[in-house]
């Protein structure tokens, strides 16, 4: 609910030269990392200067959440900390951005509802879109979300049922907010470039007269297109002023608002005609060129209209050394009213290419998404004989609401298409209305949790964590009779259904650790989820062999990985290497006999390798690589589309990414970064029909980007990102059809002035 920006080959191999997509620019100087140094209370991660003076590391020693009580080194778990001055350095300021330095994540292009205009994350082989945080709490909303406010981004990879609850056997991904500290900076950014590129952030703490009180205010504008796409717009302002108090003392207390305003003209995207793999009935399609990357086949009044709004409370008091309570209150609210023309398909009848048509689908939503929350922690650290104990457990009491109201064409008409190779914005746009549609879901959730790690000796951990949820969601449904035979229902009449579903789950996490060093450990660890009927979405349905039936069981995850993790260098790079296997099970399956059963099962095995922070005096690198096996080990043998046997959708084998920088002595720093990503396919289908599905898979690319920052002083640097070096054209997202894809940005640039007092 919180943070809005506009979304917009071959073998493994043959690894080509790609471009980049469209990455902007969050402009926070390295010098405000030391605005991330908190209280005497574990607030958040202290921010590390380094005394040979190279700008603050990329690597992170801790997570923000209190459920994980040890430094990463020791957590036995994959986890990726992107921190701020990463992000500044790549120019990044959205969530799509920040989650490119880690590698096995897909974003997809997404269809209606929430996956149009948001953050559609797919991780290691699991949609993963409702599993994303702030602070530790669930936000909600098919929004994307700006960083401006955000001190890190985490990403836990693995099912995480006793961390949060209900979510996919992927993981979840956390941004944890800038508070305020007790020194006083004021830091601003401002950055234009290519496709109209135009941002202002500006960052002020101060300390207030009040003994240990102390006032930050973030505040953010952006007005843009979008590199290589004609009339997609982009203007958007969010402004997160917050208090704290006792930031010295054993009680602490911390009060903060976010308020972000968008107004955007959507991506609609391309057709997929002349791309690799595309396939029609006509011949002479399949040989057609492609259309121009630049073309919008959208109408001038498409919009998405965001406001969001999150106030935060939270709490602290130290009763004793290694004991700590802390309660965090939020009320979250957004509402959407976008209206988007997305392409779907074409007709190449026509012996002239310049006369086919592209079909045009006007789609829409007014969407209300409400999250009210009280979590309750201790923490406390305390001995059964030899063996240490670092506890943590709480209460978390949840309400969450989604409101949606349907938009459509007026019932009868029919939307224009658009020529296929020169769509034009002047032609008839149909509006969208109300039809009457509505659909409203409400989950209450009641949770009791515990973690406790358990230090045997100095070599040994053990490490269990167990979560105890009762849910209880409500779905009230209105649609509009259709025409359907026999015609027993008028056209229009409006049909209402309400459908309950509560239920308990139970959830675990074990980890067995062995340190060699100090700074060094070993682990196996096992965890897993649940995924009950409308947790996805809150909408559940009457419609059997549906996964958001009530009747259904929640589909389960569960993991078990083997992995070490090092801190060398003098604790200054964390390398991290895992082996594991995810399983999810209860998916529905149409079996050779015609019945659908929850039997389906699919499995991911993988390798993931990760280095992050120092490597010499000047030079800092973060890089990772994941190999992926993602397969359905058993799905639908019978029906149109079996794939029992066949892989994961939108999973790539092989992914990598890598950022390195280096500070030269007199004031110059030089930095570039590689993403690589495997082939992808849309479908879990073994089989499917030809000319009819656009294309099937995604091909690999490879994106490369460069930075040069210089300090003119020591208040004031010049920093200018080049994307796409090697200017190259890519599929950057695809959607569930493949006839309409986003592709990446040609090259581009974007210039900042970093200003820090």
Same mark, same amino acid.
Do not use: C, W
């Given at each position: 609910?919180?943070?809005?920006?506009?979304?917009?080959?071959?073998? /493994?191999?043959?690894?080509?030269? +790609?471009?980049?997509?469209?990455?902007?620019?969050?402009?926070?100087?390295?010098?405000?990392? !030391?605005?991330?140094?908190?209280?005497?209370?574990?607030?958040?991660? /202290?921010?590390?200067?380094?005394?040979?003076?190279?700008?603050?590391?990329?690597? *992170?020693?801790?997570?923000?959440?209190?459920?994980?009580?040890q430094p990463l080194v020791d957590t036995p778990q994959t986890i990726t900390v992107v921190k701020k001055e990463l992000l500044q350095e790549q120019a990044a300021t959205t969530l799509s951005d920040a989650l490119r330095n880690t590698p096995g994540i897909t974003m997809l292009l997404g269809e209606n509802g929430n996956t149009a205009t948001g953050d559609s994350i797919f991780m290691r082989g699991f949609d993963t879109q409702g599993s994303i945080f702030v602070d530790g709490i669930r936000d909600l909303g098919g929004i994307s979300r700006d960083t401006f406010n955000t001190e890190q981004v985490e990403i836990a990879k693995g099912p995480a049922g006793a961390d949060n609850g209900r979510g996919a056997a992927s993981g979840y991904v956390n941004m944890s907010s800038k508070l305020p500290s007790r020194d006083n900076l004021l830091g601003a950014s401002v950055t234009v470039g290519s496709g109209d590129y135009k941002r202002v952030t500006a960052d002020v703490n101060r300390s207030l007269p009040l003994e240990g009180a102390a006032f930050r205010l973030n505040v953010m504008k952006q007005d843009s297109g979008v590199d290589g796409r004609d009339h997609v717009e982009n203007d958007v302002w969010g402004v997160a002023p917050s208090v704290a108090f006792g930031l010295n003392s054993?009680?602490?207390?911390?009060?903060?608002?976010?308020?972000?305003?968008?107004? *955007?003209?959507?991506?609609g995207g391309l057709?997929?005609?002349?791309?690799?793999?595309?396939?029609? /009935?006509?011949? /002479?399609?399949?040989?057609?060129?492609?259309?121009?990357?630049?073309?919008?086949?959208?109408?001038?009044?498409?919009? #998405?209209?965001?406001?969001?709004?999150?106030?935060?409370?939270?709490?602290?008091?130290?009763?004793?050394?290694?004991?700590?309570?802390? #309660?965090?209150?939020?009320?979250?609210?957004?509402n959407q009213l976008y209206a988007m023309t997305g392409t779907n398909g074409i007709t190449a009848t026509n012996a002239n290419p310049a006369l086919w048509t592209a079909t045009r689908n006007r789609q829409g939503r007014d969407q209300e998404n409400l999250v009210l929350t009280n979590q309750t922690n201790l923490n406390a650290e305390f001995a059964t004989g030899s063996i240490k104990h670092t506890?943590?457990?709480? !209460?978390?009491?949840?309400?969450?609401?989604?409101?949606?109201?349907?938009?459509?064409?007026?019932?009868? +008409?029919?939307?224009?298409?658009?020529?296929?190779?020169?769509?034009?914005? =002047?032609?008839?746009?149909?509006? !969208?209305?109300?039809?009457?549609?509505?659909?409203?879901?409400?989950? #209450?959730?009641?949770? !009791?949790?515990?973690?406790?790690?358990?230090?045997?000796?100095?070599?040994?951990?053990? =490490?269990?964590?167990?979560?105890?949820?009762?849910? =209880?969601?409500?779905? +009230?449904?209105?649609?509009?009779?259709?025409?359907?035979?026999?015609? =027993?229902?008028p056209v229009g009449t409006l049909l209402s259904s309400n459908i309950e579903d509560s239920d308990n789950l139970l959830s675990l996490k074990v980890g067995a650790l062995y340190k060699p060093t100090e700074k060094s450990s070993v682990y196996l660890s096992y965890a897993t989820s649940q995924l009950p009927p409308g947790s996805a979405n809150f909408s559940l349905s009457n419609t059997a062999n549906n996964a958001n039936n009530p009747n259904v069981d929640p589909q389960k995850g569960r993991n078990i990985e083997l992995g070490t993790k090092w801190d060398v260098m003098g604790d200054k790079l964390a390398l991290t290497a895992a082996i594991y296997e995810s399983e999810n099970k209860n998916e529905f399956a149409t079996l050779s006999d015609g019945t659908t059963q929850q039997v389906g099962t699919r499995r991911v095995r993988g390798v993931e390798l990760n280095a992050t922070g120092i490597v010499t005096k000047n030079w800092q690198i973060s890089t990772g690589l994941a190999y992926m096996d993602p397969k359905i080990t058993r799905g639908s043998t019978g029906g149109n589309s079996p794939t029992d046997g066949g892989v994961v959708q939108w999973s790539p084998r092989l992914t990598f990414t890598t950022w390195n920088s280096y500070k030269l002595p007199f004031g110059l720093t030089v930095a570039g970064g590689a993403r690589y990503v495997d082939s992808v396919r849309r479908t879990n289908s073994t089989t499917v029909a030809a000319g009819t599905n656009g294309i099937v898979n995604v091909p690999d690319y490879w994106v490369l980007d460069a930075m040069a920052a210089y300090e003119l002083n020591k208040n004031t640097t010049l920093q200018l990102n080049v994307f796409n070096l090697a200017d190259k054209e890519y599929v950057a997202s695809l959607n569930n059809s493949g006839a309409r894809y986003l592709p990446g940005a040609p090259r581009s640039v974007r210039l900042s002035g970093n200003f820090l007092f």
């Open positions: 609910m919180a943070y809005i920006t506009s979304k917009k080959h071959s073998d /493994a191999g043959r690894l080509k030269t +790609s471009a980049l997509a469209s990455a902007l620019m969050l402009a926070m100087p390295a010098g405000m990392a !030391l605005a991330a140094e908190q209280a005497d209370g574990p607030v958040l991660p /202290a921010v590390k200067v380094e005394a040979d003076g190279i700008a603050p590391t990329y690597k *992170a020693d801790k997570a923000s959440s209190p459920k994980l009580t054993p009680t602490r207390a911390y009060f903060y608002l976010l308020h972000m305003q968008q107004d *955007a003209r959507p991506d057709p997929t005609i002349g791309l690799e793999g595309f396939d029609n /009935a006509s011949a /002479a399609a399949r040989s057609a060129p492609k259309v121009d990357t630049s073309n919008f086949y959208g109408s001038l009044s498409d919009h #998405n209209k965001v406001r969001a709004d999150m106030f935060t409370a939270r709490v602290e008091h130290d009763f004793a050394q290694g004991v700590t309570l802390r #309660n965090t209150s939020r009320f979250g609210k957004s506890l943590s457990a709480g !209460l978390e009491v949840t309400h969450e609401m989604q409101d949606s109201k349907t938009r459509a064409i007026p019932t009868g +008409s029919t939307q224009v298409a658009a020529n296929l190779y020169a769509p034009s914005i =002047n032609d008839v746009f149909q509006p !969208l209305v109300y039809t009457g549609g509505r659909t409203k879901g409400e989950t #209450n959730t009641t949770a !009791l949790y515990v973690f406790d790690t358990l230090k045997l000796n100095e070599r040994f951990q053990l =490490n269990g964590g167990l979560r105890f949820e009762h849910y =209880n969601t409500v779905t +009230s449904t209105t649609t509009v009779q259709g025409t359907s035979t026999p015609q =027993n229902i």
